[in-house]
């Protein structure tokens, strides 16, 4: 029959697409079979040599380096109540204090602009940016943006971040990560951490396919590619780059640090940086505490408790696929085309190696979509082969010699090491549940990588060039950065709206007050309002409690419970217990990220409530002074005893005595010299020593003085020249 001859024509045609196919495939898959034996040879060189000789580090190393400033960087168009679970999550989750979150809106976005203003009002270590153009634009512009508030904040509180971090306002951060990249930042230039997608139901085979790619990419690939190049790509979040890469890039990009027109701003900047020598780092780091399942792999569920248990970070990828092809289609056009178009090939072979693994998926993405169709139709002639007695037999057309035998036999033997490639990374994170589902998600993540090809050229073509499809403007403008602050009441507007101050005291209060003082501490010296009503306005201000207390007649068991450097370092005295949650009583707001720092140090819940100005202040004098002043109050009971003072009177002069009792931490920084955010870092460098705060201040400048400019005796030896009648005493002068 006719039409017999047309599908045997068809067929015959098919066959050769199958044989060209099939070498494509060999092809690859030698390329990936490359980095399996690799992978497979160096883990198990390393369990024969590294890991017998040398202990794995401890997690609990990682708290041995005094905490660093860190930013982290978040780009967010149109992510309404999503930035106050964030900073909520990142201040009772991460172990990790002196860190800041600079958030990334746009002019043109006022619900997200508001919904930061509120998260800012409650959270001081977050910050709001305003970029300079109506959004949305590129990530990378949002991050350009950002950045340079960042570097405007420094100026402002007079500090340096050692860290910048990326991440979007959805991850969900691994508790230890801060203190991950604390531990690394000053020897390595590009950190970057694993990233796991969170599983939905078991059908949603959109979201588990990233589930599966991102497995095996971090939990292979990657680590190879860094032990042979020497070169890792950012994965646009857990990323921190060092001071000196940052600065590096602003330098390189005539003060754009993000290029603007690509669409893979992250994989650029990690290519970037290793044409300019710097150290990338891909870190799998386990934290496994005490209690957790020891053996390698807990049998129920088949995770590597190791592996399940990396600094890692997790969030929800598309699970609708129009979204997904429409993300894909994006990296395909940052990495293959407009990589190929940024990145030449180089002199170095191994990093030219990896640079075509990366751009491969241009070619792979199609073949491996075909190969699946005319799998599905050799499938099907081959059902109907064994279902119609005596029928046609269509797949003697695929016949050939033992060259198509083997190579057929190759490709099977290379697909079957794919799949358990597959499974096992998917396995050590999620579970032989996921790790079984990943064989047929692989199937469909191939339609999807084609789709995304096919709709990355397409962009391609309408626009003529990859590099038009991102940003397409250049210029450079400077973003806003949000009042601090600017959805909290201010204290005046709070007194006014209480009754305690009139309009013309506040206005008399804003001009006349004293330096070195807050608001709040002037009315009270001059006798505008009592410590009472400022408690209440500061209360009513943070959203807690005040209550009345005489901190020096606290219980001496209930002072126990806080450690004087926590109590020195928060400003904070215990009150009372409440079951297990310790509740604390400060002069002033304490920022959730304090509180939970706090909790964490003592393994408790902590909560607070405002106390009248200056107990705080005489109560860590009675309890935690490093160094002792004056005992007023005995001073006071003294005067009484020899009948120079009566019992009132005495009772008046130590209320007001204690009213103005302001701590040196607030002095310092009504005067200006440091923000509340350096004030903090010093803090926490000041934690563990036995000075008192001022000592410390004069301590750590005269030592840095005396690091930087060195001495003649040094310069001298250096030169080999011998000193030994004069000394450096001269040089260790204060000036």
């Known amino acids: 029959m006719w039409s017999v001859d047309v599908f045997a024509t068809y067929l015959y045609g098919l066959k050769f697409i199958a044989v060209t196919l099939a070498v494509l495939i060999l092809i690859s898959g030698l390329d990936d079979l490359i980095i399996d034996v690799v992978y497979w040879l160096r883990r198990a060189w390393r369990a024969a040599?590294?890991?017998?000789s040398h202990d794995r580090l401890d997690y609990l190393a990682l708290y041995k380096r005094?905490?660093?400033?860190?930013?982290?960087m978040v780009p967010a168009w149109h992510e309404t109540d999503?930035?106050?679970?964030?900073?909520?999550?990142?201040?009772?989750t991460l172990d990790y204090e002196n860190y800041h979150i600079f958030v990334g809106t746009y002019p043109n976005d006022p619900e997200t602009q508001s919904d930061v203003d509120k998260v800012c009002a409650r959270f001081r270590n977050v910050h709001k940016v305003v970029c300079a153009r109506p959004g949305p634009t590129s990530k990378a512009d949002c991050l350009n943006n950002v950045l340079d508030t960042i570097l405007q904040f420094e100026q402002r509180a007079n500090l340096q971040f050692a860290g910048f971090i990326l991440h979007d306002a959805e991850d969900v951060i691994s508790e230890m990560e801060l203190r991950l990249f604390n531990y690394l930042v000053d020897r390595k230039d590009l950190i970057q951490l694993p990233v796991y997608p969170f599983a939905r139901t078991?059908?949603?085979?959109t979201s588990g396919h990233y589930m599966d790619e991102f497995a095996e990419v971090h939990g292979k690939d990657i680590l190879v590619r860094e032990a042979l190049a020497g070169q890792v790509p950012s994965a646009g979040v857990g990323s921190c780059f060092s001071r000196r890469a940052v600065m590096a890039l602003l330098a390189d990009g005539d003060g754009v640090a993000f290029d603007i027109q690509s669409l893979t701003e992250d994989y650029d900047i990690g290519f970037r940086l290793r044409t300019k020598g710097m150290s990338e780092i891909f870190v799998r780091f386990p934290v496994v505490k005490d209690g957790e399942v020891a053996h390698?792999?807990?049998?129920?569920?088949?995770?590597?408790?190791?592996?399940?248990?990396?600094v890692c970070v997790r969030e929800y990828f598309p699970n609708t696929l129009a979204t997904a092809i429409r993300q894909k289609s994006r990296w395909i056009i940052g990495i293959v085309y407009q990589g190929f178009r940024n990145h030449r090939w180089t002199g170095d072979m191994t990093l030219n190696y990896f640079l075509w693994r990366d751009r491969k998926g241009g070619i792979t993405n199609f073949v491996s979509f075909l190969a699946t169709v005319v799998l599905f139709q050799l499938t099907a002639l081959w059902l109907y082969q064994a279902v119609v007695p005596h029928g046609y037999e269509f797949l003697s057309i695929f016949e050939g010699g033992p060259w198509l035998t083997a190579l057929l036999t190759a490709n099977l033997v290379l697909m079957t090491n794919r799949i358990a490639?597959?499974?096992?990374?998917?396995?050590?994170?999620?579970?032989?549940?996921?790790?079984?589902?990943?064989?047929p998600r692989l199937f469909w993540g191939n339609y999807i990588n084609f789709m995304a090809n096919c709709r990355a050229i397409r962009q391609i073509v309408q626009e003529g060039d990859p590099r038009r499809v991102a940003w397409d403007k250049t210029e450079h403008d400077f973003p806003v950065l949000g009042e601090q602050g600017r959805a909290r009441r201010p204290l005046g507007r709070i007194l006014v709206a209480q009754g305690v101050i009139s309009e013309e005291q506040l206005a008399t209060a804003l001009v006349h007050r004293t330096r070195g003082l807050k608001l709040g501490s002037w009315l009270v010296h001059e006798g505008m309002i009592t410590a009472e009503q400022l408690a209440t306005a500061v209360a009513e201000q943070s959203g807690v409690e005040w209550e009345r207390v005489d901190t020096l007649s606290l219980d001496p068991r209930l002072i126990q419970q806080l450690p004087s450097e926590l109590a020195l370092h928060y400003a904070v005295l215990?009150?009372?217990?409440?079951?297990?949650?310790l509740v604390v009583g400060s002069e002033g707001d304490v920022d959730p990220v304090s509180i939970a720092a706090l909790g964490r140090k003592l393994k408790r819940p902590v909560s607070y409530v405002i106390v009248p100005k200056g107990q705080v202040t005489v109560g860590l004098r009675q309890w935690h002074a490093r160094w002792r002043t004056d005992d007023a109050r005995r001073a006071l009971n003294d005067a009484v005893s020899a009948g120079r003072l009566t019992a009132p009177s005495a009772d008046a002069l130590w209320q007001e005595y204690v009213s103005r009792q302001v701590l040196f931490a607030e002095v310092v920084m009504s005067l200006g010299h440091l923000d509340a955010a350096a004030l903090n870092a010093v803090l926490l460098r000041h934690e563990t020593t036995s000075m008192s705060l001022g000592q410390f201040l004069v301590h750590e400048a005269l030592e840095?003085?005396?690091?930087?400019?060195?001495?003649?005796?040094?310069?001298?030896?250096?030169?080999?020249?011998g000193v030994s009648s004069y000394d450096d005493v001269l040089e260790t002068s204060t000036v």
Do not use: C
């Open 704 to 721: 840095l003085q005396k690091t930087v400019q060195g001495s003649m005796h040094s310069l001298l030896e250096r030169a080999g020249i």
């Open 66 to 72: 005094p905490e660093k400033p860190l930013a982290i």
């Open 574 to 581: 215990p009150i009372r217990e409440e079951g297990r949650t």
């Open 421 to 439: 490639q597959r499974v096992f990374f998917v396995s050590t994170f999620y579970g032989l549940a996921e790790g079984a589902l990943s064989i």
């Open 296 to 310: 390698p792999f807990t049998p129920a569920f088949g995770k590597s408790v190791r592996e399940a248990n990396v």
């Open 202 to 205: 078991w059908s949603d085979f």
């Open 82 to 92: 999503v930035i106050g679970r964030m900073a909520e999550l990142a201040a009772t």
């Open 49 to 52: 040599t590294v890991y017998r």
